[in-house]
């Protein structure tokens, strides 16, 4: 069964194996190592951990977890204000099939929303690294188990998705 909770602490291995799952997609344009003048592995790896750790220790932090059984699936971490989370760090694995279809599955989404009830959150806004890099793409494109669209704009720098419940 698929769940959402939110976490304390990073769990070391969770975190590795997401993270080494996710980094062709961070090296192909979804995070910005440019940015921050990041080229070796070992060195984002700990800078991404930096970030989740940062973002734990912030009074209105919220890092949330994914899992379906003992399989870890989505790592995320963002700001809590009100009833809105600001999402801004995203690792994502694959299912124990293998897969990541399940982010596009009725239970996926169910679970997210039933998530974000739980912690009284009623919209959230997802900043992205680029413009049209494959997340932006991907939820430009994605209609929800509730097929609702989820609209996009731009402001400054960053892509913003922004969906409201």
């Known amino acids: 069964m698929m769940r959402c909770e939110t976490i304390t602490n990073i769990d070391e291995d969770v975190f590795n194996n997401l993270y080494n799952h996710s980094i062709d997609a961070?090296?192909?344009?979804?995070?910005?190592?440019?940015?921050?003048?990041?080229?070796?592995?070992?060195?984002?790896?700990?800078?991404?951990?930096?970030?989740?750790?940062?973002?734990?220790?912030?009074?209105?932090?919220?890092?949330?977890?994914?899992?379906?059984?003992?399989?870890?699936?989505?790592?995320?971490?963002?700001?809590?204000?009100?009833?809105?989370?600001?999402?801004?760090?995203?690792?994502?694995?694959?299912?124990?099939?293998g897969s990541k279809a399940y982010l596009y599955g009725t239970e996926f989404g169910e679970a997210t929303d039933a998530y974000w009830d739980s912690i009284g959150i009623a919209g959230w806004t997802l900043v992205l690294a680029e413009d049209n890099d494959t997340v932006h793409t991907a939820f430009k494109k994605r209609e929800t188990a509730f097929n609702e669209m989820v609209d996009d704009t731009e402001i400054s720098h960053n892509s913003y998705v922004r969906k409201v419940r």
């Open 26 to 97: 961070m090296d192909s344009g979804t995070f910005p190592w440019d940015r921050h003048n990041l080229t070796a592995p070992e060195e984002k790896r700990r800078y991404l951990l930096s970030l989740y750790n940062r973002i734990l220790e912030m009074d209105d932090g919220l890092v949330w977890l994914f899992s379906d059984g003992d399989t870890p699936l989505l790592l995320c971490a963002g700001t809590k204000r009100g009833d809105d989370v600001r999402w801004q760090l995203g690792l994502v694995g694959p299912d124990s099939d």
